[in-house]
């Protein structure tokens, strides 16, 4: 059988570093870091858990139940339908991909100057790269593994190198009031700002194109590559975050009162490289968000694909970098609105999936799933309506923003009774 090993791994590991990696991914550890100060530490740590953790895992279990379909389907057919479409939309059109454009051209703002046109003009272009790169998901690698993504970390550790060479500040800030008490919660909440996770469920479809497009055509042997992509990936991730967040505890000392990530960053690189720091930036930036554009754009078409397949894939694809295209100019806030809700929504259903995926065999039941993803869902909808959410947000962990953990556990308890029951009779 033949595996995916040596420069081929790397490259494919670098690919879906590459995907994973835009403007969240950028802005929050930056963000994490000035807000907790002192506290850096333990809140990384629990944001490596969401942010990372939950993301490999995520990549790990689609590639061991071949999609995310069948993994949706072990609750119910009809779930796997809904759900599936819930997650590609909201991590697609409705909200991940336009973001890519529009948080991109901000960085170039300082030096190009602001206004619709302009915004325009670069969204068209930016999208069109976009779309032509997306054309062929199985060169991703190629293009994005071996160029570009070098680029970024490249990029990354100069402006890293620069703050451990010339220190913007002596030590760590003070934590914010959200990091004094329980920093590590809090930064587990940050992790899924990242959205990560839910990407991930996604992308295990691109990346296994990628293997299968280096001579690896086994399935066997493809499952296994994109699993230890997933790790290549992970361990890639730590690091930047890493180096992000101490640049942005020690720039939240210096320059305190920054109320974004990217605020964070550009104070930071301009005091070290003056302009020369903002086009370092904006290229960052720029790069961070083309890798994922591309990545989403491909993943969330090939889905669309295999739904609609008379439709072509690069029919289906043009369709989503137009639409991103206008989204990314008109109303990008009143989007970001809408589709918060869906995210918070939907953010614990799929944590509690991909970890059911993962319990020993006498769990991998239906009556198991189906107890445990309706009451996780009941909670998670509640708390994420504004009417309803102090009534879900009641119960314990809820005030941490964990309210669904309990339900979730209720359900593991029912389902297992529910199953033994139905195979003793």
């Not at 369709?319 to 995210?343: D, E, K, Q, W, Y």
């Not at 991998?364 to 947000?393: D, G, W």
């Not at 923003?401 to 529910?418: D, E, K, R, S, Y």
Request: proline share 5%; net charge positive; charged share 10%.
């Amino acid at each position: 059988m033949q595996k995916l090993h040596g420069k081929k791994l790397l490259l494919v590991g670098f690919t879906l570093f590459s995907m994973f990696f835009g403007a969240g991914n950028l802005i929050f550890p930056p963000h994490l870091g000035a807000q907790a100060g002192t506290n850096f530490w333990p809140a990384f740590a629990g944001f490596v858990l969401s942010a990372i953790g939950l993301p490999v895992l995520a990549v790990v279990a689609v590639a061991r139940t071949d999609g995310l379909p069948a993994l949706a389907g072990r609750v119910h057919p009809r779930f796997a339908q809904v759900f599936t479409l819930l997650v590609y939309l909201s991590i697609g059109p409705c909200l991940a991909i336009p973001r890519t454009a529009s948080t991109s051209f901000e960085m170039f703002v300082p030096l190009l100057g602001s206004g619709r046109q302009l915004q325009l003009i670069y969204s068209i272009l930016f999208f069109a790269a976009a779309f032509l790169v997306a054309l062929r998901p199985e060169k991703l690698t190629e293009r994005l593994g071996r160029v570009l993504c070098p680029t970024l970390i490249f990029l990354i550790v100069v402006l890293f190198a620069g703050c451990v060479i010339h220190p913007v500040a002596a030590g760590y800030g003070i934590p914010a009031a959200d990091y004094a008490a329980l920093p590590a919660a809090q930064g587990i909440l940050d992790g899924y700002q990242t959205m990560d996770t839910l990407a991930a469920l996604n992308f295990g479809a691109v990346i296994a194109l990628n293997i299968q497009a280096q001579g690896v055509t086994e399935s066997k042997a493809v499952e296994q590559g994109t699993i230890r992509a997933g790790f290549l990936a992970g361990g890639l991730l730590l690091v930047i975050y890493a180096m992000l967040g101490h640049l942005g505890a020690l720039t939240g000392a210096a320059f305190p009162g920054c109320a974004t990530g990217a605020e964070v960053l550009s104070a930071l690189a301009t005091s070290l490289f003056g302009r020369t720091g903002t086009v370092l930036l904006a290229g960052i930036f720029l790069i961070a968000c083309f890798n994922t554009c591309v990545g989403l754009i491909s993943g969330v078409s090939q889905y669309f694909h295999t739904l609609l397949p008379r439709i072509s894939y690069a029919a289906i694809a043009g369709f989503f970098a137009a639409a991103s295209m206008l989204i990314s100019n008109l109303g990008l806030a009143g989007i970001i609105r809408l589709s918060t809700p869906v995210l918070n929504a939907i953010y614990p259903v799929a944590i509690v999936l991909i970890l059911l995926s993962f319990l020993p065999a006498r769990f991998q039941h239906r009556r198991i799933y189906a107890a445990c993803i309706a009451l996780t869902a009941v909670q998670s909808i509640l708390a994420a309506i504004p009417a309803t959410a102090s009534f879900a947000n009641a119960l314990p962990l809820g005030s941490l923003g964990f309210g669904w953990v309990i339900p979730a556990l209720a359900g593991l308890l029912f389902g297992t009774a529910a199953s033994v029951r139905y195979t003793r009779d």
